[in-house]
């Protein structure tokens, strides 16, 4: 199995922030890398595939970046509607993997 | 717009099999080019996949899982299903299903908590 990592674990923003979100693969996943976003009692939502990639509908300020181990989601100006948890997923090989998550709230 | 519909008792007894069944709308499993998965939230924690399904019957199972875990699909009904055996308290979870393309899930249902307690 393909471990990922995510780090902060948790991080206090304001709206307006620009925030970046790091997740890492222990081991080099090419651009296989996808991000979503996790509202408390909701499912899922895919914002990010193929590391950058941005899913029909997600707004532009979401962007992900990286290859290999290492990727970034960055938020540009952070809304309301924001904060969430957000967690990286491995596509690279099965069986699939997701990081631990990120919970992003207010400060 | 594709939808999922997870479905099955929130309330299981220990060492019983876990069913749940997953109803697809807005688009046809039998088109392919699709899997279709099975994934779990154990509360408060993170995602785990379970396995998914090819509309051809074709599987891949977690390896975690996989003594205990059946997929399985009905292209008829547009449907697809999880069996979970012998669960314990460990496999108390929210329970989801997904539409699962180049191995990322761009549609989820809204999640079904089953609970395992006697």
């Known amino acids: 199995d393909i471990q990922m990592t995510q780090s902060p674990s948790s991080l206090s923003a304001s709206v307006g922030d620009r925030v970046t979100l790091t997740c890492r693969a222990r081991?080099?996943?090419?651009?296989?890398l996808n991000w979503y976003q996790q509202k408390p009692g909701k499912a899922p939502k895919l914002l990010i595939y193929?590391?950058?990639d941005l899913q029909s509908g997600v707004p532009s300020r979401f962007s992900g970046s990286g290859s290999g181990t290492d990727f970034t989601l960055t938020i540009s100006s952070l809304q309301p509607e924001d904060f969430a948890t957000y967690y990286c997923?491995?596509?690279?090989?099965?069986?699939?993997?997701f990081g631990p998550g990120t919970k992003v709230d207010i400060k | 717009q594709v939808q999922l519909q997870e479905s099955g008792p929130g309330l299981v007894k220990p060492s019983q099999t876990l069913s749940l069944i997953c109803s697809v709308s807005?688009?046809?499993?039998?088109?392919?080019?699709?899997?279709w998965s099975w994934i779990r939230q154990h509360p408060g924690k993170g995602l785990e996949w379970i396995g998914y399904?090819?509309?051809?019957?074709?599987?891949y199972y977690n390896p975690s899982l996989r003594s205990r875990v059946i997929i399985s699909v009905d292209t008829s009904k547009n449907q697809f299903s999880l069996r979970l055996t012998s669960v314990t308290a460990a496999d108390t979870a929210v329970y989801y299903c997904?539409?699962?393309?180049?191995?990322?899930?761009?549609?989820w249902g809204q999640g079904t908590l089953v609970t395992v307690s006697s």
């Open positions: 997904a539409r699962t393309y180049n191995k990322y899930c761009d549609y």
């Open positions: 807005g688009g046809s499993i039998s088109s392919g080019g699709y899997y």
């Open positions: 399904i090819y509309y051809s019957g074709s599987t």
């Open positions: 081991q080099s996943i090419g651009s296989y």
């Open positions: 193929a590391a950058s």
């Open positions: 997923q491995q596509s690279y090989s099965t069986p699939i993997t």
